[in-house]
């Protein structure tokens, strides 16, 4: 799978809705998992025999208008969530200044380690809302399907959660890859 970093970031400035705000969700067990309030990655193991978790970029840059309203940089991490080798979900993670400040190490070591091994390992996050989006990805987020050969033809599914942490809040969003979905669809 090769994934070209010079791309970084790949994600997208997409619509968030909550929940009830979505006319239809998916008639399917991807709702199930947009909607789900635990751990992705403990969902994620539980479907696979080997899970990885391939870093495309970390970095402080400018979150997208309207995606981190008050937070003018973000430490932002995505990633693609690969189960037996092949990719689930691409993740973007972002997380203000203070909180990185807060958690400085271990933020910035967490390497191919899940962040939700950190957010679950203990009390100190408390998971928030969720938001979901369906969107036809462009530019660079479809150009990063086409280089893990999943090319996308219909909407990408996607849901955005919020961790708290004293009175900070990070944002992390999953979007279900095109391989996801129809081993999901099939379940
Ligand atoms: C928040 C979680 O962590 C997962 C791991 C991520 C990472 O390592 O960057 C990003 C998104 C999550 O799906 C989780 O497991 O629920």
Not at 148 to 173: A, H, M, N
């Amino acid at each position: 799978m090769s994934v070209t970093r010079l791309s970084f970031p790949y994600g997208e400035s997409i619509q968030w809705f909550s929940p009830e705000q979505i006319s239809e969700l998916p008639d399917s067990p991807l709702s199930e998992w947009l909607l789900s309030s635990g751990s992705l990655t403990q969902k994620l193991r539980s479907h696979c025999t080997k899970f990885e978790v391939k870093v495309l970029g970390e970095g402080t840059i400018t979150p997208f208008s309207g995606e981190f309203p008050a937070q003018r940089q973000a430490w932002v991490r995505e990633v693609l969530l690969c189960l037996d080798g092949v990719p689930w979900i691409f993740a973007r993670t972002l997380i203000p200044a203070n909180l990185l400040d807060k958690k400085e190490t271990e933020f910035l070591t967490l390497g191919t380690r899940p962040l939700g091994e950190l957010l679950f390992s203990n009390d100190d996050f408390t998971p928030g809302k969720i938001e979901i989006a369906h969107f036809t990805p462009c530019h660079r987020l479809a150009q990063l399907t086409e280089s893990i050969k999943q090319p996308v033809t219909q909407e990408l599914w996607g849901r955005r959660r919020y961790f708290s942490y004293d009175d900070e809040q990070l944002i992390i969003s999953e979007t279900f890859l095109p391989a996801a979905r129809k081993i999901i669809e099939q379940m």
